[in-house]
């Protein structure tokens, strides 16, 4: 008895909590009759890991049914444990009357009496102890993952060998990380596999290669069970993988993660698992693969070589597609090398194609040109300031004459009819049809004798008209010089005038289209055409006439005009007949245009092309021969080219002759 004393003295005196560890309780007045009407309540307390033990020695409380008149009450919170009365028996044998045993450290006695007593009761003595918990035996509670011990007042937790207590204090696990993977390849498994893992464990692997290289994670199909919540997720036990900032996992299950390609050069494989569980857990094999670069560099860009897969250390060339450039600053760079970098990047990356810009679109003569942007696939919009001007070129052959049905005889043109047409003279008289804005065609046997021609233009009346003077005479190279009065062959009669200086066009002046050799531009036979001069209008007239004229002919057979006279004159494939019903040119006439509509459905819109130039005859009113100038389109275009290489670039400005645009 004396040991236990000191026992519970000593543990008192230790315990950091000031709580009494025994205590005596008594009935008012005890052991003298307890009075009437009383209430009183005693709180007991013991320390932290202990419980109370209370036990009565003695007890003398007015017995009645369910306690109603007096009673002594043992509460816990609000919950009455027991509710004591009536008369037990003297523990004179020094065995307490009663002992009970409470797992708390607080509890309440509560002792009421009512207003009588039919004799008198000596109430109740009782003794409380703290007794120590066996925290341990709790099963509920179940402190330890492993080992529980208990102590007076207390427990700790202990664990099986190899594994380590963890700070909680209460779960044991395995120390499992800090495995360093450095070889090119190899296994890791969970602890102990195939043997079940180890329970509230972490463990954690590092896999870490060379730059440059990725690793790659390959699971056996049947290596591979860890346990899954009872919710199916993996927050029991599980398998987790991160690499450079991205994470894989977390797994769990039968079923293996498929091929882990990382995309990095260092792994940490993270393995968890909780208290339960009787799963085999996981191996797994990790390779290395070079770390593939993305398979263009730039936008817009060519590679060279051209690979379906870069990895690291290889270096490619990049150029631009077509429309773009490198740019560095404000320097322009053909071409730049880039490296397939050891993180699967390319070097360079600050570099990149892009739009070639091509500055402010060129001007246009008589044109304006509006647009957003120069860059590549931009869109510049060019419109013309005048209508006499069209973007591929001038408007030719318009004319203000309506398509009429066949009238005869010579009629007075109107200005706007043949907005061409040139007056020659100094030496020959004759005609000419402007072809673009400086050059003039006409007949060779025109200009042959007259190298300086004086041209008249812009009026039918010649008084109102503007002179202007030629720079050059081209004959064509086949025409035969000779004296015109006994000229027996005038093949090849067809010359080009080079005009001193360009001409504005406008209604007055503006060229007539060329033929093209299409079925759209030789005329048939029988097809009326409209010749135009300030030629003799009958062959007794006199020479000089004011106002131009102009008459309808029809092509004819060659033969026609064999046959309509006897002549030795030659008659040749560069000619063409027309003419008949007295209709005709005539002298002064020469040179000048025969003009025919364009053989089309919608003929309103189509101008007059010139498809014949006025070259020889013999009675004027009968049939008249003209210079096929479909036969002459290649030497036209070429003399004209060639010239105006050789003359270089003209400076001044186009001459204005007509007064209103
Ligand atoms: N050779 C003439 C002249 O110099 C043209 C004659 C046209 N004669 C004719 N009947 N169509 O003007």
Known sequence: MGTRWLLLVLFGCINVDSSPIFGEITSPNYPQGYPNNAKESWNVQVPEGYGIRLYFIHQDIEPSDGCEYDSLKVIIGDAVQETLCGRSKDGSTGHPIKERYYPTTTLKLLFTSDFSNQERYTGFSAYYTAVDVDECEDSSANPCSHFCNNYI??????????????????????????????????????????????????????????????????????????????????????????????????????????????????????????????????????????????????????????????????????????????????????????????????????????????????????????????????????????????????????????????????????NGYFPWIMHFSFGSLGGGSLINDQWVLTAAHMVQDNLQPKLLAGNVDLRESIELSAKKVIIHPNWKEGDNENRKNYDNDIALVQLSRKIEMGPCICPVCLPDNSEKTSPDIDEIGYVAGWGKTSDKSKAKVRYLQYAIVSVRKTEDCKNSVVTDQAFTENMMCAGGSGNDSCQGDSGGPL??????????????????????????????????????????????????????????????????L
């Open 153 to 414: 007042g207390g427990y700790f937790c202990s664990c099986p060998p190899e594994y380590d207590l963890h700070e909680d204090q209460h779960t044991c696990g395995v120390n499992c990380s800090g495995g360093l993977y450095t070889e090119l390849r190899g296994q890791i498994s969970s602890p102990g596999y195939p043997s079940p893992y180890p329970e509230n464990s972490v463990c954690e692997y590092k896999v870490q290669l060379e730059p440059g290289f990725q690793i790659i994670l390959t699971f056996q199909p049947t290596d591979f069970d860890i346990e899954v919540a009872n919710d199916g997720s993996c927050s029991y036990d599980s398998l987790t993988i991160k690499a450079k900032g991205r994470k894989f996992g977390p797994f769990c299950g039968k079923n293996p993660p498929p091929r882990i390609e990382t995309a990095s050069s260092e792994v940490d494989i993270i393995f968890q698992t909780d208290s339960g569980g009787d799963n085999k857990g996981w191996k797994l094999l990790y390779s290395e693969e070079a770390i593939p670069c993305p398979s263009h560099v730039t936008e817009n860009a060519i590679l060279d070589p051209q690979n379906d897969k870069y990895i690291y250390k290889d270096t490619v060339t990049v150029t631009c597609e077509e429309g773009y450039e490198i740019v560095i600053g404000n320097k322009k760079i053909p071409s730049f090398r880039a490296n397939c970098q050891a993180d699967g990047t390319w070097s360079h990356s600050h570099l990149s194609c892009q739009p070639v810009d091509c500055g402010a679109p060129e001007e246009v003569d008589y044109g304006e040109v509006k647009y957003e942007e120069s860059t590549y696939k931009s869109e510049a919009k060019y419109n013309c300031k005048s209508k006499y001007y069209t973007l591929s070129g001038e408007v030719c052959g318009k004319t203000t004459l309506q398509l009429q049905s066949r009238i005869y005889g010579g009629s007075k043109a109107k």
């Open 595 to 660: 003009m025919f509509r364009y053989v089309t459905d919608e003929v309103e819109d189509e101008g007059l092309y010139l498809g014949g130039i006025v070259s020889w005859g013999l009675n004027c009113g009968e049939f008249g021969m003209y210079t096929i100038v479909n036969n002459y389109l290649g030497w036209i275009r070429d003399t004209i080219q060639q010239t105006e290489q050789e003359d270089g670039e003209q400076k001044d400005k186009p001459l204005r002759i007509c007064k209103d």
